[in-house]
């Protein structure tokens, strides 16, 4: 027995609602690129709603002189322009040498009702210091009294930047309770690391977001004062709803699938005898959930698109 038959055909097709018909376009992607490979489509924007996320962390890749909210414990620590993951700094710290644990730690508040799950994440990202570094590094979660909740992976210390995580299943009914999440030497050693990228996050399920910080692009934002508070990710479209778009040769564009001589809609270059061609507007809603491509219509050219794609967030 057949498992696909023609008279599903009407779920194939797209039936906005009118919630999603009607909703105004609250996403926007700026593009400007070129064609990587004459007669070959090219995506220039995919669906990918991605997740929302929260960085506890206010100062996240340390480039506010403001450390605070990193305590030594067994070192010294200070902000660094030495090296970086994400901006120009990163948190130094100079270990005692006097007992396991040494390096720095975050204070978080948990809690969590009766229903559900919460999960504390802990991430950071750690390298050593200079050419020929020494040492290893692990991430873990403690409770006030310093009985560890979970204990994450341990790197050894390199010329690179190494991920570190580490996540917490918090019990049901807890209230008000201080975790803390270190970073630290899991034996006494001599060393000298750097931390960057350090994102605390309490979820509602056990996957670890992508780093945030607040100024890394179109869905992200501060809460308050840029690297001095909370971050957020927003999710990203869900549905295309139109597109602006320049094109500097002959093009075919295409929605939802690859665009082709059968497939795209022909964009002609711009000339000096009409200077009005080589855009392309959709001045009326539309509805797409894959994909915008391009391809060059004539010969071996690669065509340069820019302009701006709207989308939704809600289907």
């Known amino acids: 027995m057949a498992d696909l038959m023609h008279d599903a055909w009407s779920s194939w097709e797209i039936d906005p609602s009118t919630r999603t018909s009607t909703h105004p376009f609250t996403k926007y992607y700026p593009f400007s ?6 007669n070959t489509a090219q995506d220039l924007f995919t669906i990918d709603r991605g997740k929302a996320g929260v960085n506890l962390v206010t100062n996240p890749s340390v480039e506010n002189a403001t450390i605070t909210e990193f305590t030594a414990t067994g ?3 200070s902000q660094s322009s030495t090296y970086a993951a994400d901006g120009s700094n990163s948190l130094k710290n100079i270990t005692d040498n006097a ?5 720095f730690y975050t204070t978080q508040v948990i809690g969590h009702g ?15 210091d200079g050419g020929a570094p020494t040492g290893t590094v692990q991430i873990v979660i403690e409770d006030a009294d310093g009985t560890t909740l979970a204990t994450g992976n341990t790197v050894t210390l390199s010329t690179s930047f190494q991920q570190l995580q580490v996540q917490y299943v918090i019990p049901k009914t807890t209230r008000g ?9 899991p034996t006494q050693q001599s060393t000298t690391f750097y ?13 670890y977001s992508s780093y945030i910080a607040g100024d890394l692009g179109r869905d992200y934002s501060w809460e308050g004062t840029a690297d001095l508070s909370i971050s957020k990710k927003r999710v ?10 320049h094109t500097s040769h002959n093009t075919y564009l295409a929605f939802d699938c690859d665009a082709s001589s059968s497939t795209g809609i022909y964009i002609k270059a711009p000339t000096a005898d009409e200077p009005h061609t080589g855009f392309f507007e959709t001045n009326f809603p539309i509805d797409f959930r894959e994909k915008i491509s391009f391809v060059n219509a004539t010969g071996i050219e690669t065509p340069t698109v820019y302009g701006v794609i709207w989308g939704i967030h809600q289907a």
């Open 33 to 38: 690129t070129t064609l990587s490979t004459t």
């Open 75 to 77: 070192s010294t620590i």
């Open 99 to 103: 007992a396991a644990g040494e390096g």
């Open 236 to 245: 990203d479209s869900v549905v295309i709803r139109g597109i602006r778009l």
């Open 177 to 185: 309770t201080t975790a803390y999440v270190k970073v630290v030497t």
């Open 114 to 128: 009766s229903s559900g799950i919460r999960v504390l994440s802990g991430q950071a990202v750690v390298r050593g």
């Open 195 to 207: 931390a960057d990228k350090i994102h605390n996050e309490v979820r509602t399920d056990s996957s």
